[in-house]
């Protein structure tokens, strides 16, 4: 007897992780989706808690508060889930880092800004805009920026440990030209603003980044035709 009465106590834990995850995915959705129509300061967490179908308790509890649900909002967006693995431990990561190539490592990490930056850039703008007048949204961009500075220092310190940078450039110039050719601010002049297709975007980023930090290509190499 006792024995089931464990069973179901681990099949309802289950459950209830099952329905948090579903309900947090839920929240991060409509919290998306209504601060992009809505602007930041035109989104309550009341908002958010009627558009997802969950109480304003459940998100305060999950979230903290609305710059940390802008926050976690944008970091889904940038990875494209709401699994609990840090960027640099995915598999796009794990991927560029074991091609031997540097010049495709930039083009697949190409191909990662023209699928992802349509999710997160606008909401990154969005931040960044609301920061002037809102402490806790500045805090946010704060903290989303600090971040990108961390990985774009790694990936750098990828390329300068592979040997892969162009005779006299540092690791933190590296750092410096990722850091502003990836910036959202890179993608709404040229997709928003200019009306690139989101692919044309993650291409020429691709191809400018080669040319700002590679040394030039191997003799033999093969060159990846323009789509």
């Known amino acids: ?19 948090a995850q579903q309900n947090r995915r839920a929240i991060l959705e409509a919290a998306h989706r209504l601060f992009l129509e809505r602007g930041y300061a035109g989104t309550t967490i009341s908002d958010v808690a009627e558009a ?12 903290g508060n609305k710059p940390g649900l802008l926050k ?43 699928e992802s930056s349509p999710r997160h850039a606008p909401l990154q703008l969005l931040t960044r805009s609301a920061a002037a007048s809102d402490k806790g ?5 704060d903290a989303m ?3 990108r500075l961390f990985g774009m220092t790694e990936f ?24 502003t050719l990836q910036s959202a601010e890179m993608y709404d002049l040229l997709v928003a603003q200019r ?4 692919e044309r975007y993650g291409r020429w980023i691709a191809e400018a980044m080669a040319a ?13 035709k323009r789509r």
């Open 1 to 19: 007897m006792a024995k089931s009465v464990k069973r179901g106590r681990r099949y309802d834990s289950r459950q209830r992780r099952k329905q």
């Open 52 to 63: 997802s179908g969950l109480s304003v308790e459940s998100i305060y509890k999950s979230f």
């Open 72 to 114: 976690a909002t944008v970091d889904v967006a940038i990875v494209g889930d709401d699994a609990p693995v840090p960027m640099l431990d995915r598999d796009l990561v794990q991927q560029i880092e074991a091609e031997p190539d540097a010049h495709k490592k930039l083009l697949m990490y190409g191909e990662h800004l023209a």
């Open 137 to 141: 949204a500045a805090k946010a961009w």
């Open 145 to 147: 920026q600090a971040e």
């Open 156 to 179: 750098a310190r990828h390329l300068y440990e592979s040997k892969a940078l162009r005779p006299g450039l540092t690791l933190e110039e590296a750092r410096d030209i990722i850091w």
């Open 195 to 198: 009306g690139w297709a989101p």
């Open 212 to 224: 700002a930090l590679l040394g030039p290509r191997r003799p033999g190499a093969k060159t990846v």
